[in-house]
């Protein structure tokens, strides 16, 4: 997720003209019977480019305006990552919220009220996620609902009053959204519930294999390889994790990123493997305060692991 520097409009700019040049050729060189389709190519072309530069425009209001007072104020106390960090990154940290704020809106659902901390902790997490990938992007997403509680998955989404019927308090939609239930978010498990969710939109929207869609080819080999040695195994705390469904990579992949962000010291001393993978899937490296660069600068200072959520329904 990154904030584009004006400059980069007027490469895009001469991209697009360099386009509309090759794809007109053709039209010129068979005549004049079909050179009347070259203005529709110039159009398209115009059409496409004003559309793009509308989208970084709009990215780059969101980040200098911030993601608004209340937001600020509750970032440092919902967000260890952020509380790590120096000024100068801190300001990065806010507006790229801001960004993600506003192309995922946070909606309430069914008479939850959606507050500065619900919108925080979400921002938080999807930012913290993608911190050391500034490349990467959430894939065919639309936005958060919030619910008030937890909710059914068989597909009525209604909300679960009643004890002992099943339900869950998270939920990645094949849809592109993600449902998080509200008490649970602002309570326990947190930024646990967001980070697992967010975390499934970044494993893709098609294939839910526990490879994040943007990961090049030799690093998805690497992580595919690590993941069939390590999944198995569980992860300290999560015996109940799937060990033989179809969800079985996607929910490791997901459990084990929320794990390597809110517990790195834990994970790093009980699967060093496979923490040593995360820090390469994710580009950060919590548990020792480095943040993986190609020049790396003065590291923020240590984040410790934050207690483990009390036990409570299913994410799925
Ligand atoms: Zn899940």
């Given at each position: 997720?990154?904030?584009?520097?004006?400059?980069?409009?007027?490469?895009?700019?001469?991209?697009?003209?360099?386009?509309?040049?090759?794809?007109?050729?053709?039209?010129?060189?068979?005549?004049?019977?079909?050179?009347?389709?070259?203005?529709?190519?110039?159009?398209?072309?115009?059409?496409?480019?004003?559309?793009?530069?509308?989208?970084?425009?709009?990215?780059?209001?969101?980040?200098?305006?911030?993601?608004?007072?209340?937001?600020?104020?509750?970032?440092?106390?919902?967000?260890?990552?952020?509380?790590?960090?120096?000024?100068?990154?801190?300001?990065?940290?806010?507006?790229l919220a801001?960004v993600f704020l506003?192309e995922h809106?946070?909606?309430?659902?069914?008479?939850?009220?959606?507050?500065?901390?619900?919108?925080?902790?979400?921002a938080?997490?999807a930012?913290?996620?993608?911190?050391?990938?500034?490349?990467?992007?959430?894939?065919?997403?639309?936005?958060?609902?919030?619910?008030?509680?937890?909710?059914?998955?068989?597909?009525?989404?209604?909300?679960?009053?009643?004890?002992?019927?099943?339900?869950?308090?998270?939920?990645?939609?094949?849809?592109?959204?993600?449902?998080?239930?509200?008490?649970?978010?602002?309570?326990?498990?947190?930024?646990?519930?967001?980070?697992?969710?967010?975390?499934?939109?970044?494993?893709?929207?098609?294939?839910?294999?526990?490879?994040?869609?943007?990961?090049?080819?030799?690093?998805?080999?690497?992580?595919?390889?690590?993941?069939?040695?390590?999944?198995?195994?569980?992860?300290?705390?999560?015996?109940?994790?799937?060990?033989?469904?179809?969800?079985?990579?996607?929910?490791?992949?997901?459990?084990?990123?929320?794990?390597?962000?809110?517990?790195?010291?834990?994970?790093?001393?009980?699967?060093?493997?496979?923490?040593?993978?995360?820090?390469?899937?994710?580009?950060?490296?919590?548990?020792?305060?480095?943040?993986?660069?190609?020049?790396?600068?003065?590291?923020?200072?240590?984040?410790?692991?934050?207690?483990?959520?009390?036990?409570?329904?299913?994410?799925?």
């Amino acid at each position: 997720m990154q904030i584009p520097p004006r400059e980069s409009d007027r490469r895009r700019l001469a991209l697009s003209v360099i386009a509309c040049s090759v794809v007109s050729l053709p039209f010129a060189l068979a005549g004049l019977r079909y050179s009347i389709l070259i203005p529709f190519a110039w159009i398209m072309g115009w059409l496409e480019y004003r559309a793009w530069k509308r989208r970084r425009e709009a990215r780059r209001a969101a980040a200098e305006s911030g993601p608004g007072e209340g937001v600020e104020v509750e970032m440092p106390n919902v967000s260890p990552l952020y509380a790590s960090l120096s000024e100068e990154d801190a300001a990065h940290f806010r507006s790229l919220a801001a960004v993600f704020l506003n192309e995922h809106p946070v909606t309430a659902i069914a008479g939850a009220e959606v507050s500065d901390r619900t919108k925080a902790i979400v921002a938080a997490a999807a930012v913290t996620l993608l911190w050391g990938r500034p490349e990467w992007e959430y894939p065919a997403f639309g936005e958060v609902l919030i619910y008030p509680g937890i909710f059914s998955d068989d597909g009525s989404f209604r909300l679960v009053r009643n004890r002992g019927e099943r339900g869950v308090l998270g939920m990645a939609h094949g849809l592109g959204v993600v449902i998080l239930s509200l008490p649970h978010l602002e309570g326990s498990p947190g930024l646990s519930l967001a980070l697992h969710e967010l975390a499934h939109i970044l494993d893709g929207p098609r294939e839910t294999d526990g490879i994040p869609s943007q990961m090049t080819k030799a690093e998805k080999q690497e992580w595919a390889a690590v993941m069939e040695a390590e999944t198995g195994k569980g992860l300290p705390g999560r015996e109940d994790l799937p060990r033989h469904s179809e969800e079985r990579p996607a929910e490791f992949f997901a459990e084990a990123a929320d794990m390597f962000f809110t517990r790195p010291a834990l994970l790093a001393s009980r699967r060093p493997a496979l923490y040593d993978a995360l820090v390469k899937v994710f580009r950060q490296d919590p548990s020792s305060c480095r943040r993986i660069q190609e020049s790396p600068e003065a590291p923020p200072a240590c984040r410790e692991d934050t207690p483990p959520p009390a036990s409570s329904p299913p994410q799925t």
